[in-house]
């Protein structure tokens, strides 16, 4: 079977839904918005750095919406500011939930078993 390819036209139609697709998804942000990342986004890698997780899960943040992120022919920039924002949140959500297994020799239950 031989394959189909796209002509010339084909493909220059399929690049622009591609675009109109991009900028629709962008127009949820606002202008100083979309600024403000292109000039001072960081990418998944540091951005996941900072959220103490995968590349994977931030991506799939923004996918769902929950981090600001603007899509650039080189892959993903995120908004500092809401992914400072969404690790503070993480880290009081984390605080006053226990750790599994047996505690460390940091953790204050570890020094209460010691005392007791």
């Keep these: 079977m031989a394959e189909q ?4 036209d ?3 139609l399929a690049i622009a ?3 109109r697709a991009r900028a629709a998804k962008a127009q949820g942000l606002s202008a100083a918005k979309i600024v403000t990342i292109a000039t001072s986004g ?6 996941a750095k900072l959220l103490d997780t995968t590349q994977k ?3 799939e943040l923004a996918r769902r919406g929950e981090l600001a ?6 892959g993903r ?3 500092s500011e809401d992914v400072l924002r969404l690790a503070e949140a993480r880290r009081i959500a984390q605080a006053g939930r226990p750790r599994r297994g047996r505690p460390r020799k940091n953790d204050p239950r570890y020094q209460q078993a ?3």
């Design 17 to 19: 839904d591609h675009m």
């Design 114 to 116: 010691l005392s007791a």
């Design 5 to 8: 390819r796209a002509t010339g």
């Design 10 to 12: 084909q493909a220059r």
């Design 77 to 79: 920039l995120y908004d």
């Design 57 to 59: 899960w931030v991506s």
């Design 69 to 74: 992120h603007l899509e650039t022919p080189l």
């Design 42 to 47: 960081i990418t998944s890698r540091e951005a």
